[in-house]
């Protein structure tokens, strides 16, 4: 599959937000964010003005990016929300936050959504009592994540756990720590989705 494989600085730095995409080192003084928050290449620094279109792709491409997605999943996402009661880019963001590997990383089980997505396919967690090993699985309400007994010692997970007091939990989730565990509440809300997302956006640029 094709993945993006150079620097994930680059791509905060395109999108001109910290995407938190390295984890640890985003809350650092190593950040390249915040050491040069200006695009990269050679013209980076320049001036440039953005039409509607642009504006409209921009974001799409900020959040695909944000949960590390390919074109083509995006889009089933979309038209999934489109087809799904309710607001369609909220529908979105929803859909997205409940994929198994975003919860991982909310729950504070990984440092980042990358990270979640390997700890995932190596088989470290269970869902309800059973394997999964899917990152786009879909997370329901009342379900229980939970790291396995053998994989609780793992240097990532470990210092990921750590770290969680930093990042926070979100509200619509439950973590045990002492047990390596959590719960996911409820769905979250549009308020409960802090981040910088205009999401209208997104959808004025498929709708066209």
Not at 136 to 152: F, M, N, P
Not at 157 to 182: S, T
Request: glycine share 6%.
């Amino acid at each position: 599959m094709a993945r993006y494989t150079d620097s994930v600085c680059r791509i905060c730095r395109r999108e001109n937000l910290k995407l938190f995409l390295k984890g640890d080192r985003c809350y650092s003084d190593k950040c390249a964010y915040e050491r040069r928050s200006y695009p990269p290449g050679q013209h980076g620094q320049g001036r440039k003005k953005f039409s509607d279109y642009g504006i409209q792709l921009r974001e799409k491409q900020k959040v695909k990016r944000m949960y590390g997605l390919l074109e083509r999943q995006f889009r089933f996402y979309f038209r999934k929300a489109e087809r799904q009661k309710g607001i369609t880019g909220n529908n979105l963001l929803i859909l997205l936050e409940r994929r198994f590997d975003n919860v991982v990383y909310r729950m504070g089980f990984a440092n980042s959504r990358a990270q979640a997505r390997q700890l995932v396919r190596h088989n470290h967690f269970s869902v309800n009592g059973t394997r999964v090993n899917i990152p786009s699985y879909l997370i329901k309400e009342d379900d229980t994540v939970e790291v396995k007994e053998k994989s609780r010692s793992i240097v990532p997970i470990v210092e990921a756990m750590e770290a969680v007091a930093r990042r926070g939990v979100p509200q619509w989730l439950e973590l045990d720590r002492e047990k390596f565990r959590g719960t996911v509440k409820a769905f979250p809300t549009r308020d409960e989705l802090t981040m910088p997302i205009q999401e209208q956006l997104i959808v004025e640029l498929y709708s066209k």
